[in-house]
């Protein structure tokens, strides 16, 4: 890292250091050295430590989402050390370990005061993150303006972030393990845990046994859920996910009939909650028929390219299913993660079982052609 100006303090000098810049759509992503600027009012520059590579990062290089601006530094599952605060950030010092999230809690919009909701109306949903608040960025290379993603951009050495983007966690936390906790992991756990409030002695399905999807897994035994089926076209993820909590596992290419048919055949009237962790319009609907007529309950985790539509037969409402979405699980991500944080540490679940890979980041588009072939669950880079 080196820095240029004569500012009177560290936290004033813009930084040079490392970052992957996606510049069109499906470019691979370019190692560039990018200048990180200062941060400005209630805003926390952090030296990322480490960073999960998520199925969404790479919807985003492909271009599934239409409201992405390129160039862009894409990566939102990350934890690293703050570095320096700008005026009026309260939470958080440097020398602190924090996660960054991808959804934020900015503590006053309506749904962040509703205990039930953690859908902030500071999230991309509601509002572009490709620039900061004060619609800039903080990132420039080769003289042009990169956008950040989500507002976290974690795929560079140094990022500038909002302070309702990120939270302190435990000092004694291993950055290298709990990035997972920022999206993946709480995704899938919190979907089981939080968003279907699975009930002890239940049956599940869980379509895609990916990072989030063997989360789902793990959320579905710690509440006790008696029978767990995964579901997945890859039939190389089965073992891990049985070490994980899944009791069965099926691959739908090895039946004739759909695989609704076959799982609802398996449990009698259907399971009491699935859960679609592919995103896939097929397999949504696949889930919501999988999940029994009555008290059946569907949580779609999986995003399709905007402007998709799934088509849905009404009938399958009449008798009482449910279906639900989930934004990370259902987590209040600054009052949550840190607690998730603290779990982790008390070892109430093992997440690091999804790490499959760890590179440094230079290897970044390895680690993307490692989730391409579906030979990774999670790489975690170090930077
Ligand atoms: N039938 C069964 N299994 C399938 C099929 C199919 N037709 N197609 C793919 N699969 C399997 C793959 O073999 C793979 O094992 C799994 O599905 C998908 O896993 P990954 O590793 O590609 O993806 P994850 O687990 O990292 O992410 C899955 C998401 C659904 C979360 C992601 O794709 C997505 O839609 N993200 C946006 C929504 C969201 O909530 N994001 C929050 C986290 S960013
Ligand atoms: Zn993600
Ligand atoms: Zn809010």
Redesign the pocket.
């Known amino acids: 890292m080196a820095t240029s100006g004569k500012p009177p303090s560290l936290s004033l000098q813009v930084i040079r250091c490392r970052a992957a810049v996606a510049w069109a759509v499906g470019k691979p992503l370019s190692l560039e050295e990018v200048e990180v600027a200062p941060p400005k009012a209630r805003e926390v520059r952090v030296k990322i430590v480490a960073t999960g590579?998520?199925?969404?990062?790479?919807?985003v290089i492909e271009g599934s989402f239409l409201d992405i601006d390129f160039p862009i530094i894409p990566g939102?599952?990350g934890a690293g050390i703050v570095e320096s605060i700008g005026e009026g950030v309260t939470s958080v010092k440097p020398g602190d370990k924090v996660i960054l999230f991808?959804?934020p809690q900015c503590g006053e919009c309506c749904f962040c005061k509703n205990p039930d909701s953690n859908y902030c109306l500071k999230s991309h949903l509601s509002v572009s993150q490709c620039l900061l608040p004060d619609k800039t960025s903080r990132f420039t290379c080769r003289g042009k303006q990169i956008h950040h993603f989500l507002w976290i951009s974690t795929f560079a050495e140094y990022t500038v972030v909002p302070e309702f983007t990120l939270a302190k966690i435990d000092a004694a936390a291993p950055l290298d393990k709990v990035c997972l906790l920022a999206?993946?992991f709480s995704?899938?756990y919190g979907?089981a845990i939080n968003t279907a409030k699975v009930k002890p002695g239940s049956t599940c399905a869980v379509?895609?046994?990916?990072?989030?999807?063997?989360?789902v897994v793990m959320g579905c035994k710690a509440a006790g859920a008696s029978r767990i089926i995964g579901?997945?076209?890859?039939k190389e993820?089965f073992a891990r996910a049985k070490e994980l909590g899944a009791t069965e596992c099926i691959?739908?290419g090895d039946f004739k009939k759909p695989?609704q048919e076959v799982l609802t055949e398996m449990t009698g009237y259907g399971v009491d909650y699935s859960f679609?962790?592919?995103?896939?319009a097929?397999?949504m609907t696949?889930a919501l028929a999988s999940c029994n007529m009555n008290t059946g309950v569907c949580v779609v985790?999986?995003?399709?390219p905007t402007g998709s539509v799934v088509p849905i037969d009404p009938l399958l409402f009449l008798s009482g299913r449910t279906c639900k979405g989930?934004?990370?699980?259902g987590w209040k991500m600054r009052d949550s993660i840190p607690k998730l944080v603290s779990s982790y540490l008390e070892k109430k679940f093992n997440s690091d079982l999804l790490i499959t890979h760890t590179l440094p980041f230079a290897k970044i588009n390895e680690g993307f052609e490692l989730?391409h072939t579906?030979k990774?669950?999670?790489t975690v880079l170090l930077y």
């Open positions: 590579i998520c199925r969404t990062d790479d919807h939102h599952e991808g959804l999206c993946g995704t899938g979907a379509f895609g046994l990916g990072g989030v999807g063997l989360s579901v997945d076209i890859n993820k691959s739908p695989v679609e962790v592919i995103g896939t097929d397999t696949a985790v999986g995003v399709l989930t934004l990370i699980g989730l579906g990774s669950i999670r």
